[in-house]
């Protein structure tokens, strides 16, 4: 018998009442395979046409488009045509759009669990998403419709677009790299849901209050019409109680981890559209809740009011914010939490999917590829590791061979700092059994080692997962390089780089093919099609058509428009646009009017001292008082220029903040200098976010992506820049590399120290003399002058430039770096090769696609085949029939 019990029999003749309907238990999690086609075969075939007849489809006319809207304005949001706004009109078209997006992604996920392939699941802390409404519209291909039919009924689309909120679920690059990967695998019909946290306040909201930096938080949730809540599907997650040893019903000694707090794991589903497909992949974001109920009632009736909610907000605590400040223990306690919680749930979730297909526990690695996005969601190889063992009795080496042969690890970092450790004690008191389980792993492994490389104790010491300091730490990176069967860099100069430098002794251990490079990329649908719809159109009208969205190698086309007068006349009038709309912004939010026909200088990015934002404005300094020196005349042939800076500082992060300060320092000074005018403007935009990044990078001339050479993994802003037609300044360091072997030395501005002498000159720095570069010291008794203010505000600053050290090179390649800005100078005022520069720039920025990444991906990592066309053409029980 069926899960769906007996079949009904057919009405006799003359009952008009409809039959009743067959009784059948779905699992809150869908189908597998098997029940599927069971199914199918057991429901009547009456039942099934009329289901279909009455199924959700997709709007595809304008006037399909107004019927949705109207319909959810007037139910759902419970308004009327007399008082939808903007924010109204915003959401009736997201319920609109959201609707036509859960049927092309139901559709998708019945087709994935149906051809049963191989999927991939990208774990990342951060998925830094920007806005989905306009990115929904391109993909779907429906936002002429939507434009038309949302301005009959009164409204312009641009200011519906402007009334959502970023989603608040990362800060920087690695968030926004796996965004422009899910769109990726989604565009590219590949089997793949990622996985993540859905923060309540996200990192935070930057204000800029007297100049300095404050953390209001970000109630972005306020209404999200993109997210489904499964509040049947939830994951019991425990942390801290004990671990002990018992007999099984076989006489084997097992472990058995008990007695700890459970905190519940709530799924929140995210449909992620790919461009051109009717494909349509899954965001799972897990929510936290406490598990014995939001409110306790005995200590309510009690008098204790205090504490009747204490449960609920302590498990709410971790799922309320991204990268809670560390600089207490209370705080690294809380982000270990959020680790363990975000990947224990996802790995639950992804064996309870694999379990449904009712295969062996060897093709496990056959159908699940996972892909841990830095050291972050480490957890879960010692997480699937305690499942196959502890729950589903595997031994130990068949149990450790499916997980490294599941597991593949993104580095995103070269700095030795940056790779996260966590106390051995700290593990001990949240999660016991798995600092077991890495001790176990850790002891293997080095017995392996010690086979390999007998005698050599040092190497033993320096590949341990275990760091022998005060207390004893875990380091994350080491584990996820043991526990996964590739290692890849995110540039080629990176990728080198850990190979000779952080990671060297693991290349001796397992050899290089251990270890690979995937260049990051960008999606050009967003970061060039939604963010500059002139520009895009523009190259599409050269190329004949759009295709370059989807293959950008078409790009190289347009080198044979870089000398048509007219084309290139265009070019430029497009770039103006976008820097007036950037000037009207800036006016707008600052009060500071800005020339668009100045030199736009942009440097917009997570404030860090490695990526230099303090050398940026110690140049914006020089700058200044070299206009000070000049007469009236000498300033008539100065090139205006605007230096536009954004990005967050970490709260606990003090020295990134002190360059904030400075920065809006400098600012205050400068932009109210009435004998500077408009040559020189200093800008801080609060709060950078993906939506502004859409905003200012299509009106950048030059953008500044100068970290210390070897520091910068790889950078996708400048992808960003460059394939809207900016030109960089910077240092031999990530992708920058790559981009000028794509482009041509004469494309771009670099200068600096290279990855190789950036050893010797910290040495210099630290056992010899190295005088401060005169350019630079003059910049710095400018500060301490008291030009820009208190002096004692920026005393650390000055200090690590001056006496500490030097650790970012700043003072060795000041020089070069304003040198480099003069050459900029001269070359923006050459209007015809500037442009020549732009065009023929962007049209070999065609090897950094976020697609070719994840082909790249695909094919050497996880050996992932894409949904066959037909497949997704088809529902499932037309594909059923063959």
């Not at 109630?219 to 997650?237: A, T």
């Not at 085949?865 to 594909?879: G, Q, S, T």
Request: aromatic share 10%; proline share 4%; net charge negative.
């Amino acid at each position: 018998m069926s899960s769906y019990g007996k079949l009904v029999t057919p009405p006799s003749p003359g009952i008009t009442e409809p039959p009743a309907r067959p009784r059948h238990k779905r699992t809150a999690t869908g189908f597998g395979l098997k029940e599927i086609k069971a199914v199918e075969a057991s429901v009547p075939r009456h039942l099934r046409d009329m289901w279909r007849k009455f199924e959700a489809g997709e709007f595809k006319s304008k006037e399909e488009f107004q019927k949705e809207f109207v319909r959810h304005v007037e139910t759902t949001l419970a308004r009327s045509m007399y008082n939808c706004d903007d924010v109204g009109a915003y959401s009736g078209t997201a319920l609109a759009l959201r609707d036509r997006l859960i049927v092309a992604w139901n559709h998708t996920q019945q087709q994935q669990t149906f051809r049963d392939q191989k999927r991939v699941y990208y774990l990342s802390l951060e998925f830094l998403m920007g806005r989905t409404l306009d990115n929904a519209m391109l993909n779907c291909g429906v936002k002429d419709v939507v434009r038309s039919g949302i301005g009959e009924l009164g409204f312009r689309i641009e200011d519906a677009i402007d009334q959502e909120r970023d989603a608040a679920l990362g800060n920087g690059g690695l968030g926004r790299l796996a965004a422009c990967f899910l769109d990726s695998l989604a565009t590219l019909n590949f089997p793949a849901w990622g996985y993540g946290l859905r923060y309540k306040y996200g990192i935070f909201k930057q204000e800029i209050v007297d100049g300095y930096q404050v953390e209001v938080p970000d109630y972005w949730l306020d209404f999200n019409p993109w997210e489904f809540p499964r509040h049947d599907i939830s994951v019991d997650i425990m942390f801290y109680g004990g671990v002990r040893e018992k007999l099984d019903e076989n006489g084997k000694r097992v472990k058995v981890w008990e007695g700890g707090e459970i905190v519940q794991a709530i799924a929140f589903d995210v449909p992620i559209p790919g461009y051109d497909t009717a494909n349509c992949n899954n965001l799972r974001l897990w929510s936290s809740k406490a598990a014995n109920g939001e409110f306790d009632f005995q200590k309510f009736n009690a008098g204790d009011y205090d504490n009747a909610m204490s449960s609920q907000q302590r498990a709410e605590t971790i799922s309320a914010v991204l990268y809670p400040n560390d600089n207490i223990d209370s705080g690294k306690e809380l982000r270990l939490k959020q680790q363990y919680f975000w990947v224990a749930a996802s790995l639950y979730d992804i064996v309870r999917r694999f379990k449904k297909t009712h295969r062996p526990w060897s093709e496990f690695p056959d159908q699940v590829a996972i892909q841990l996005n830095d050291t972050h969601p480490t957890l879960a190889i010692p997480e699937l590791q305690r499942i196959l063992v502890d729950i589903e009795k595997l031994d130990w080496d068949t149990a450790w061979d499916i997980v490294t042969r599941v597991f593949s690890y993104t580095n995103h970092t070269v700095l030795p700092e940056a790779l996260e450790k966590w106390s051995v004690p700290l593990l001990q008191h949240l999660l016991p059994r798995h600092l077991q389980i890495i001790y176990d792993i850790n002891l293997f492994f080095l017995q392996s080692v010690e086979k390999k490389f007998p005698k050599d104790r040092e190497l033993l010491s320096a590949v341990s997962i275990i760091e022998e300091s005060q207390p004893q730490c875990i380091r994350m990176a080491y584990l996820a390089i043991i526990g996964s069967h590739k290692v890849n860099g995110v540039a080629e100069l990176h990728s080198d780089l850990i190979k000779t430098t952080i990671f060297k002794d693991f290349v001796r251990v397992f050899g290089p093919d251990r270890f690979t490079n995937v260049t990051n990329g960008i999606t050009p649908r967003r970061w060039l099609h939604q963010c500059n719809p002139k520009l895009s159109d523009h190259i599409a009208h050269a190329l004949g058509g759009y295709d370059f969205l989807k293959d950008t190698s078409l790009l190289k086309g347009l080198e044979k428009w870089a000398d048509d007068s007219a084309f290139v006349d265009e070019w430029m009038d497009i770039k103006l646009a976008n820097k007036v709309r950037l000037a009207r912004f800036i006016k707008d939010t600052t009060g500071i009017a800005v020339n668009p026909h100045a030199l736009f200088d942009i440097q917009v990015k997570r404030i860090h001292e490695y990526k230099r934002q303090q050398m940026n404005i110690f140049g914006v300094i020089h700058r200044y008082l070299s206009l000070k020196k000049m007469s009236p005349e000498e300033r008539k042939s100065v090139v205006p220029r605007v230096s536009i800076f954004g990005g967050k500082a970490a709260p606990g992060y003090w020295m990134a903040k002190t360059i904030i300060r400075l920065i809006t320092a400098v600012g205050d000074v400068v932009n109210n200098d009435p004998e500077i005018g408009d040559l020189l403007k200093v800008i801080f935009i609060e709060d950078y976010n993906v939506s502004k990044a859409e905003l200012i990078v299509p009106a950048s001339d030059i953008s500044e992506h100068i970290s210390t050479a070897g520091t910068e993994a790889s950078g996708t802003s400048n992808m960003k820049f460059v394939i809207n037609g900016g030109l960089i300044i910077g240092t031999c360091d990530g992708a920058n590399i790559e981009i000028t072997r794509e482009i041509g030395e004469e494309n771009i501005f670099l200068f600096g120290a290279l990855a190789e002498s950036v050893e010797e000159l910290r040495f210099a720095h630290r056992y010899g003399k190295t005088e401060m570069d005169p350019l630079l010291k003059e910049v710095c008794d400018s500060i301490e002058a008291g030009t820009f203010g208190d002096a004692s505000t920026f005393s650390s600053l000055l200090h690590s430039v001056a006496e500490g050290g030097d650790y970012y090179l700043v003072s060795d390649d000041f020089g070069s770096y304003i040198k480099t800005h003069a050459l900029v100078d001269e070359a923006f005022v050459k209007k015809d090769e500037w442009a020549r520069s732009s065009i023929i720039s962007v049209a070999n920025m065609g090897f950094f696609s976020a697609d070719r990444a994840i082909l790249e991906y695909a094919e050497t990592i996880w050996n992932l085949e894409p949904l066959p066309l037909e497949a997704l053409d088809k529902p499932v029980h037309e594909a059923e029939k063959k």
